[in-house]
T-cell receptor, first 111, second 109 residues
Framework: EPEVTQTPSHQVTQMGQEVILRCVPI?????FYWYRQILGQKVEFLVS????????KSEIFDDQFSVERPDGSNFTLKIRSTKLEDSAMYFC?????????FGPGTRLTVT | DAKTTQPNSMESNEEEPVHLPCNHS???????IHWYRQLPSQGPEYVIH???SNVNNRMASLAIAEDRKSSTLILHRATLRDAAVYYC??????????FGGGTRLMVKP
């Protein structure tokens, strides 16, 4: 069964550094999403991506965040200048319409 | 976005059926009812979705009230591996999911 993969599984970075989180969604999916989950809190939506452009974004997704689907397979989330409060699990997901398939997540730790 | 209300936690015995309720009284006519779960230290996992009719799949059944203001996720025989947080959400197809607190299901051997 196809699955969503995410790399790295754990990323440690210093405050102010740029990070890129990578995701390979299931190949026939059309909609793509990034969510995050701060430890002990609920899953929060960041951004959705369809037809090579952002379709929706939350208040969390400010100018420090960007997404890209550079080659038709990878889906990346970039944080330009990380802050301590960006420490969280980041999940990508893909869907055709109704069912979103989530990756295992990347744990981002900002020190 | 339509809001949902779920109990914070529920307990079940292994091998017994579990009924997880959800209220979504402000659901609109085009919203689908989705259920996802999150096992410890894992990403959310799709369980089932429906619009008006009851739905069955290999994981669970979804019973939807006639007025669509509530629904129940049914696990027919709970196993220890079903211990997770179960999220009920109402969204239009393709839109982002809005996670609430969910119901933490504990399964006792």
């Amino acid at each position: 069964e196809p699955e969503v993969t995410q790399t790295p599984s754990h990323q440690v970075t210093q405050m102010g550094q740029e990070v890129i989180l990578r995701c390979v969604p299931i190949s026939n999916h059309l909609y793509f999403y990034w969510y995050r989950q701060i430890l002990g809190q609920k899953v929060e939506f960041l951004v959705s991506f369809y037809n090579n452009e952002i379709s929706e974004k939350s208040e969390i997704f400010d100018d420090q965040f960007s997404v890209e689907r550079p080659d038709g397979s990878n889906f990346t989330l970039k944080i330009r200048s990380t802050k301590l409060e960006d420490s969280a699990m980041y999940f990508c997901a893909g869907a055709n319409a109704y069912e979103q398939y989530f990756g295992p997540g990347t744990r981002l730790t900002v020190t | 976005d339509a809001k949902t209300t779920q109990p914070n936690s529920m307990e079940s015995n292994e091998e017994e059926p579990v009924h997880l309720p959800c209220n979504h009284s402000t659901i609109s006519g085009t919203d689908y009812i989705h259920w996802y779960r999150q096992l410890p230290s894992q990403g959310p996992e799709y369980v089932i979705h429906g619009l008006t009719s009851n739905v069955n799949n290999r994981m669970a059944s979804l019973a939807i009230a006639e007025d669509r203001k509530s629904s129940t996720l049914i696990l027919h025989r709970a196993t220890l591996r079903d211990a997770a947080v179960y999220y009920c959400m109402v969204q239009y197809a393709g839109n982002m999911l809005t996670f609430g607190g969910g119901t933490r299901l504990m399964v006792k051997p």
